[in-house]
């Protein structure tokens, strides 16, 4: 039998700038449905249980030093399918795919990871019962996956996870090194700082990171608002700029 031992976790809230309250998530700690590793990557699956949105969730695994996890490669959404279906209760849970207002959601490449990526290929939407994706053009969406058969439900980003979307839980990716200097915060800063200086980095730049760590031949990434996050498989040109990872 499964343990059922919970881990809390509370987000501020604000209404008007004053009155403060707080909403709380639960995450597991002690059962079989937690802290699963894949290559770099460790992933932690939370339980919704109280009233909270999309970038909520976002927000509260930013706060642990992850983000909502991303599923940059086939063999990486497999692993993660595969160990979901058989250690967690069926469900819909958040991940890290969403897509802005204004955008058209029909198409894929309108979709982007937390990692910055645009969707490859064809979103499995949940077609044959609910027509996913239903939110409107004009409003900005999160995704959640169904992990019984794979497929994507959307949702409006404000919307309350819980009590509209009927969400069971979401799932956390963090870099599994304790050594790496890039993975310590999602704090925001202006650009990326350079591998010999100690410190924090950006939320653009942690996802740039984390892409080019997903990418065997990456040896060295730069992020800048103007070209975005770009990787590269040498070192030798704008050395002083790339910054090479440390695991």
Same mark, same amino acid.
């Given at each position: 039998?499964? $343990?059922? !031992?919970?881990?809390? %976790?509370?987000?501020?809230? &604000?209404?008007?700038? @004053?009155?403060?309250?707080? #909403?709380? *998530?639960?995450?597991?700690? $002690?059962? !079989?449905?937690?802290? %699963?590793?894949?290559?770099? &990557?460790?992933?932690? @699956?939370?339980?919704?249980? #109280?009233? *909270? ?195």
């Amino acid at each position: 039998m499964k $343990s059922t !031992a919970l881990m809390m %976790f509370c987000l501020l809230k &604000s209404i008007a700038g @004053v009155a403060i309250y707080v #909403t709380c *998530i639960f995450t597991f700690t $002690s059962m !079989a449905c937690t802290d %699963f590793s894949y290559q770099l &990557s460790n992933y932690q @699956v939370g339980r919704i249980t #109280t009233s *909270i949105t999309w970038l909520e969730v976002s927000s509260i695994c930013k706060s642990s030093g992850g983000q909502l996890v991303s599923f940059n490669t086939a063999d990486e959404s497999a692993a993660l399918l595969d160990f979901l279906t058989k250690n967690c209760p069926s469900g819909l849970y958040v991940i890290g795919l969403s897509r802005k207002s204004g955008l058209r959601r029909d198409i894929s490449a309108n979709w982007i990871w937390e990692t910055g990526e645009a969707y490859q290929g064809e979103i499995p939407w949940n077609i044959q019962v609910l027509s996913d994706p239903n939110e409107p053009n004009a409003v900005r969406s999160g995704v959640r996956i169904n992990i019984e058969d794979g497929k994507f439900r959307d949702c409006n980003v404000h919307g309350d996870l819980k009590t509209w979307y009927r969400t069971y839980g979401y799932i956390c990716e963090k870099h599994v090194s304790p050594n790496s200097t890039y993975f310590q915060t999602t704090q925001q800063l202006i650009g990326c700082r350079h591998h010999d200086s100690i410190g924090t980095m950006s939320a653009q730049c942690f996802r740039c990171a984390l892409k080019c760590f997903k990418d065997d031949e990456c040896l060295a990434f730069k992020y800048d608002d103007g070209g975005g996050c770009q990787v590269k498989s040498d070192l030798m040109e704008n050395a002083h700029y790339y910054t090479r990872l440390w695991v």
